[in-house]
């Protein structure tokens, strides 16, 4: 056997075993995915699409270990669902970090795509720092992209690194030859352990659309940055509305730090900004001129 083989072959019978095939109900009628044991104790992870609108799904395991799932908490707008099974679960996975992937290495897709319970799948790392759509209108920042082969059901499976450790969470199929997954990293870690102690993760809301433009060079060089996001459109009765912002400014600065994409403001909202005042830059009519806005809680789904 060769050393790509065996390297593929060791962790599928690491990492397999503690791979689920879910069974869900809800609103929508009948769906499945994969899922993955992350904790001793019994907390599994998923994609959020595909428990929405659930409560509860089915864990099914190689072993023929079987439990029915509480959906602890999802995070639509990172894709991410936590569930608790009802009983004992093959051991916990080893999360490791998307931050050191590298374009070329080496990556493992385990799931159940299709209904086809413990599929294998390998491939490289095709491309890092994608941003994927969600269906709740945000981007997910930092997406790995992958040419082992996904389809549907793979949702909510593991992505794993040479080693065995789960780098990524599968979560879209964007075409022959490319899937995208959720990374494991920093950020969905923390986003995780929100949802297993709180079921839900709070974002702040300013209500602003806009798009990258470049600056004149007077202007970047005053603000240190060459280009700028461009107001395109307010909510009404939105924080960014309140605080009198309008098409047509372009944002330099946030909360002290330079953004220049609307991901970059997303990034910002998070639960710290809800209801705080923070000083909004913007160029407008060949002045820099600041604004005071009070970003809300934006809803959740």
């Known amino acids: 056997m060769d050393a790509y083989s065996r390297t593929v072959v060791d962790v599928a019978e690491r990492v397999l075993p503690s791979v689920a095939s879910l069974r869900v109900s ?13 904790t001793a104790d019994g907390i599994l992870l998923t994609s959020a699409h595909v428990v929405v609108g659930a409560r509860t799904a089915t864990a099914s395991f190689s072993d023929g270990t079987q439990r029915e799932a509480e959906v602890v908490g999802r995070d639509p707008l990172s894709d991410l669902a936590v ?26 897709a385990l799931g159940n795509p299709l209904g086809l319970a413990g599929s294998v799948t390998a491939g490289i790392v095709s491309a890092l720092g994608r941003s994927l759509p969600t269906r709740a209108g945000r981007v997910i ?17 593991v992505l794993a690194d040479g080693s065995g450790r789960m780098v990524g969470v599968n979560t879209a199929v964007a075409g022959i030859g490319l899937g995208l997954a959720v990374p494991i990293n920093a950020t969905t870690r923390g ?9 839900r993760v709070r974002r702040a809301w300013l209500g602003i659309a806009g798009v990258q433009v470049p600056l004149a060079p007077p202007v970047a060089a005053r603000v240190g940055s060459p280009t700028g996001l461009q107001v395109a459109g307010v909510s009404p009765n939105s924080p960014a509305a309140e605080a009198g912002l309008h098409a047509g400014d372009i944002v330099v600065e946030l909360d002290r730090q330079l953004v220049v994409t609307t991901t970059a403001v997303q990034r910002l909202m998070v639960e ?3 209801d705080r005042p923070i000083e909004i830059t913007v160029w407008r009519n060949g002045a820099l001129v600041d604004v005071i806005a009070v970003p809300r809680e934006l809803p959740g789904d």
């Open 26 to 38: 809800g609103p929508r009628g009948q769906g499945a995915g994969s899922a993955s044991v992350i």
């Open 272 to 274: 710290d900004a809800i």
């Open 83 to 108: 569930l608790r099974a009802d009983g004992p679960v093959p051991p916990a996975l080893v999360l490791g970090d998307a931050a050191g992937l590298r374009v070329g290495q080496l990556v493992v």
């Open 191 to 199: 986003i995780i352990d929100t949802l297993m102690t709180h079921g």
């Open 141 to 157: 920042d930092e997406v790995i992209q992958t040419d082992a082969a996904l389809n549907p059901g793979n949702s909510g499976g």
